[in-house]
């Protein structure tokens, strides 16, 4: 098959006090297919964002990347200015979380969607209006040409965020990369917004990496799921076989913790211990202080990602489930399973 994306054990460190450097992430392995989409899941402090913006080389000063990083083939740690600026300007496009950060609040939105398309496409003025106005008509902005002289304050976060990515369809991209473009928005526009970017996936094809912390939203949208623990990609499996297929002890607590609507009344199951940023990961498995099977391996050898299934999962002790995980951390058979 081939890859549009590739992370090849990326590694990633940053410059720290006196001449140190701190780890922010600490190997993903990850390959996503054209037209393909992929959940990338975590928690806060995990390297979701850090990861995706490997993508287009929009790390902080003094990064420094080991292993590799691909994009259509091409090394993107290994390209120099121009290289970079043309991979963001014709293949690769970002939603970020906060529209209202990314878009200047004293310009209008006819500005920040046209500016691109005339400094960078060659297209006049005119052309450059129509355009926009197309594309917010695409995300399904209502009175595009009014919404073009309004400024970011007029708009709320929902319609904002459909500007953001009416300006990543611009660029006419074939990778989209998501960063959790649906967190400060509420449930209905949520779906809204996801609703948009999957009708877009469609109409241009495009391949997704879609950064969450929600795995049931993830689950819903892409093809298959990533789940990311203090800069280390733990497991990679289909998302239709996220709740029977888990192997790795991390991602079994994350499926145990959710509500179970069926069991009115239930507690919730939190995961022991406290999440680890990648820069506070020991020298063994970063999940071993949280996981109850964790041994003196755990703790002392990083365990290196190893296939399993239709899947793969960076574990020294995997299990192997077949029913799904409910909330009480067990795995219970479904109705015509073999007992």
């Known amino acids: 098959m081939n890859h549009l994306l590739e992370f090849d054990a990326l590694r990633v460190t940053l410059p720290g006090p006196h001449g140190t450097r701190r780890t922010v992430i600490h190997r993903v392995d990850l390959a996503l297919p054209a037209g393909g989409a992929v959940g990338l899941v975590g928690e806060s402090g995990s390297g979701k964002s850090l990861t995706a913006r490997t993508v287009l080389g929009l790390l902080p000063p003094g990064a420094r990347i080991e292993g590799d990083v691909r994009v259509d083939g091409a090394s993107v740690p290994a390209m120099r200015p121009p290289a970079l600026r ?10 970020f979380q906060d529209p209202r950060a990314h878009i200047n609040p004293l310009r209008t939105v006819g500005d920040f ?11 006049d003025r005119a052309a450059a209006e129509a355009r926009a106005t197309a594309l917010l008509d695409e995300v399904h902005v209502a009175d595009a040409p009014r919404r073009l002289r309004q400024y970011p304050a007029e708009l709320s976060g929902g319609l904002l965020q459909r ?3 009416a300006a990543a369809l611009a660029a006419e991209p074939r990778l989209l990369l998501a960063d959790e473009p649906t967190t400060a928005l509420d449930v209905t526009t949520q779906a809204e917004v996801m609703a948009v970017i999957a009708e877009a996936r469609e109409r241009h094809r495009l391949a997704l990496l879609f950064i969450t912390h929600d795995l049931a939203l993830a689950t ?5 799921i990533a789940v990311l623990y203090a800069g280390t990609l733990v497991e990679e499996l289909p998302a239709g076989r996220l709740a029977a297929g888990a192997a790795h002890p991390y991602t079994r607590a994350l499926l145990a913790s959710r509500p179970d609507p069926t069991v009115p009344g239930a507690a919730l199951r939190a995961v022991e211990g406290r999440p680890l940023s990648a820069a506070e990961a020991g020298p063994g498995c970063p999940f071993a202080p949280r996981c109850a099977a964790a041994d003196t391996r755990c703790r002392t050898e990083p365990p290196t990602p190893r296939p399993l299934a239709d899947g793969r999962a960076a574990c020294h002790h995997p299990v192997h489930p077949v029913h799904p995980v409910h909330p009480d951390g067990t795995a219970r058979p479904q109705e015509g399973d073999t007992p």
């Open 220 to 224: 819903a949208v892409c093809d298959r």
């Open 163 to 165: 500007v953001m990515i």
């Open 86 to 95: 043309a991979l963001r300007r014709t293949t690769a496009a970002m939603v």
């Open 113 to 123: 969607l046209t500016e691109a398309l005339v400094a960078v496409r060659g297209l």
